[in-house]
């Protein structure tokens, strides 16, 4: 007499479960990890676009302004690029107003139908104020 050997049903789904159950917590887990992630890289960024505002500052006598939508004047004055996971998920806006003392705020804002756009706006000035403080 042959026995067959398997699985059964009850098994079969008890394994189910279980990866239903660990599923329902690793996937939120997950995309809170992808969103710190990319908060990080949006956050490292403005910090380098800062030091360089404060370099062109040393020079210029002054910070130099404008947007990366449409010209680009910032970031091609200052010779950087924005990194893939940064303007995939964030608008960058620099505005420095002709004021004395010079200043400048650098503006991440998250692009609407991505993953970061529950993340809320990131901001960074030039006394190194970052808004909310909470993310930083």
């Given at each position: ?42 956050e ?8 360089r ?9 002054a ?55 529950s ?18």
């Amino acid at each position: 007499m042959k026995h067959e050997r398997g699985f059964t049903l009850v098994e079969v789904m008890i394994v189910v479960a279980i990866i239903g159950i660990i599923s329902a917590i690793a996937i939120p887990q997950y995309k809170q990890y992808v969103m710190r992630g990319n908060r990080s890289a949006a956050e490292s960024f403005m910090m380098d676009v800062a030091s360089r505002e404060k370099q062109y500052l040393l020079d210029a006598r002054a910070y130099i302004a404008g947007d990366n939508s449409g010209s680009a004047s910032v970031l091609s004055g200052l010779t950087m690029t924005i990194p893939k996971e940064v303007y995939t998920n964030y608008t960058i806006a620099v505005s420095a107003p002709v004021s004395a003392p010079p200043s400048f705020t650098i503006t991440a804002t998250p692009i609407a139908g991505r993953p970061q756009a529950s993340d809320g706006t990131l901001t960074l000035d030039d006394s190194g104020t970052k808004t909310p403080s909470n993310k930083w």
